[in-house]
């Protein structure tokens, strides 16, 4: 087995077995640190396959990003995982069964189709690739997702600060 | 074809060494440097009972913590609580591996480098964040609370800073920022030095020294250099930044209830990232390797303080250049430390947003001005 392999198989492991975790788990606290592991896993498959800059936008957007967020929401809501014991019938055999059915869609089809690499650092980074490719033929849609996101932010701060506004006219006819 | 891939699988583990080696030397002599200089800021003496001047205080110390009972608190939650130091190590001491250490001894020379340190920093956070809140402590959470809440801040006119170095040099890789700035490397010589006049990089690499450095270069990226030494303080959690552990209001924040060789890690990684920040800021700023001496005619001070490049002198000069430098910036940020008072909640996140955000805006524009009037 070449080192490449090795590395292939074993951050799919991590990221398909923190994924399990996510699943079995009632902790919110374990889950949101097996996502983070998940999260690492797939980074650094990325960067088997070549993709530098697509790994470590992947760490810096998933990762320091929207996983801090939801680290500040399970801390503000957090409660102990004994006060949502619920039980739905046949759900560990259906949790089971999916990622199973990944792994073996993962051996068989894919494995084999990957273009694999022997080593990272001999090829030529995608960087330059990359970078021209979003600043000329993508950037209209990149664009056009930040002016939709603008909207949302727009928006969001709207109904925040009306949210606000209720609530000190409500204190005041207290 | 194996020799040789020998020969950098031998490099790259050599770097590995050299780095861990660093930290941890460096990290026993700077605990002594930080209390010599409280002491001396303070007009006091410091330590001076163990051994000569108190050489061995940080050695006594160390020999303490090791030998510490491994506490882990009532409630606390106990794989989280335990991982959480190996976390925050590992995410720093990884940062260390894309770092030219000398021209030719660098870990990782991958090329997303600069991205690359700018995403460990944050995986820096879910440590601290995990250390604070599995303590079951009321500092510990509000400690993680505001060191998040401040680094996400903080990591945004850190980034700027950055991007205005990444835009003039035109590339991600540390090694390749490094050796533009490096007298004796021949890349980028046929560009013109400064958007006015004829003197091109072959001219200023001939005369060598500070003159190749990015800071004078491109004379505007000293602002640019304020707010990423400024940005970078508050990313270590040192002061006047330091509201995650301040010791008056939250005992010691997010690592009040680690004890031990788990402190002694997390303290550790706060000097290890001090090392990583400044190393970084003259890696992008000053000169990376490169000698502050020009050569001055017959005087070719630049040249007998770089060695022969692909020659150990070589490296054996960038990596004392290099570490130099870096260690002046760790003692500015002591001397700040014991300068300046902290910073509320509210005036933190007002320098950041308010002052900090706009100012690095302003100089990501400057730069790409810049770059568009050197091409003209």
């Given at each position: 087995m070449s080192n490449i392999l090795f590395f292939f198989i074993f951050f799919s492991v991590q990221t398909i077995g923190s994924a399990v975790v996510i699943l079995f788990t009632r902790n919110v606290m374990y889950a949101v640190t097996a996502l983070l592991s998940s999260l690492l896993g797939v980074a650094a498959l990325f960067v088997l396959a070549g993709a530098d800059v697509l790994g470590v936008i992947q760490i810096i957007v998933y990762i320091g990003g929207v996983l801090v967020l939801t680290l500040f929401g399970v801390m503000y809501t957090?409660?102990?995982?004994?006060?949502?014991q619920e039980s739905i019938p046949h759900k560990k055999s259906v949790f089971i069964l999916i990622p199973l059915l990944f792994v073996l869609v993962l051996l068989v089809q894919a494995l084999p189709l990957l273009p694999m690499i022997?080593?990272?650092?001999?090829h030529a980074s995608k960087v330059e690739v990359t970078g021209m490719l979003w600043l000329t033929e993508y950037l209209p849609i990149f664009e056009w997702i930040g002016f939709l996101l603008l909207v949302v932010l727009i928006g969001a701060g709207w109904i925040g600060s009306t949210l606000v506004q209720e609530d000190k006219s409500k204190g005041e006819q207290v | 074809m194996r020799i040789q891939m020998f020969c950098i699988n031998f490099v790259r583990m050599l770097a590995l060494s050299i780095g861990l080696a660093l930290i941890l030397s460096y990290a026993v002599f700077v605990i002594y440097a930080e209390r010599k200089v409280s002491a001396f800021v303070q007009d006091r003496l410091g330590?001076?009972?163990?051994?000569p001047y108190g050489l061995l205080q940080t050695v006594a110390d160390l020999i303490k913590l090791l030998q510490k009972e491994d506490i882990v608190p009532y409630g606390a939650h106990l794989w989280l609580f335990k991982a959480a130091p190996i976390i925050i190590f590992t995410a720093v001491f990884t940062?260390?591996?894309?770092?030219?250490?000398?021209?030719?001894?660098?870990g990782a020379p991958i090329n997303v480098g600069v991205f690359f340190l700018l995403s460990i920093v944050s995986i820096d956070v879910l440590g601290v964040f995990i250390a604070g809140w599995s303590s079951n402590n009321k500092f510990s959470i509000l400690g993680a609370l505001r060191g998040i809440a401040q680094i996400v801040s903080y990591e945004l006119p850190l980034t700027l800073a950055v991007l205005s170095v990444v835009l003039l040099s035109g590339t991600l890789n540390l090694e390749y920022i490094n050796f533009q700035q490096?007298?004796?490397?021949?890349?980028?010589?046929?560009?013109?030095?400064?958007?006015?006049?004829?003197?091109?990089m072959k001219d200023a690499k001939a005369i060598g020294g500070i003159f190749t450095w990015n800071i004078i270069r491109y004379p505007f990226l000293i602002v640019s250099m304020c707010i990423f030494f400024i940005a970078s303080l508050a990313e270590c959690n040192r002061?006047?930044?330091?509201i995650p552990e301040g010791e008056s209001e939250l005992?010691?924040?997010?690592?009040?209830e680690y004890s031990g060789f788990r402190f002694a890690i997390l303290f550790l990684a706060e000097y290890a990232m001090m090392l990583l920040v400044s190393l970084l800021l003259v890696v992008l700023?000053?000169?990376?390797?490169?000698?502050?001496f020009p050569n001055i005619g017959a005087v070719a001070l630049c040249d007998w303080t770089s060695?022969?490049?692909?020659?150990w002198s070589s490296n054996a000069w960038g990596f004392f250049w290099l570490v130099s430098k870096a260690f002046g910036i760790v003692f500015l940020q002591m001397m700040m430390r014991w300068t300046y008072p902290r910073l509320r909640v509210d005036q933190l996140m007002l320098l950041c947003w308010k002052v900090l955000l706009p100012i690095s805006l302003v100089m990501v524009l400057c730069s790409a001005y810049w770059v568009y009037w050197l091409k003209q």
């Open positions: 957090y409660q102990s995982p004994k006060r949502y022997d080593d990272p650092y001999q | 330590p001076m009972e163990t051994g940062g260390f591996a894309c770092m030219p250490l000398a021209p030719e001894l660098i490096h007298a004796h490397v021949t890349l980028l010589s046929d560009t013109t030095y400064f958007p006015w006049g004829d003197w091109t002061a006047p930044f330091d005992v010691s924040g997010f690592h009040t700023f000053l000169g990376g390797t490169n000698t502050p060695g022969t490049l692909g020659h």
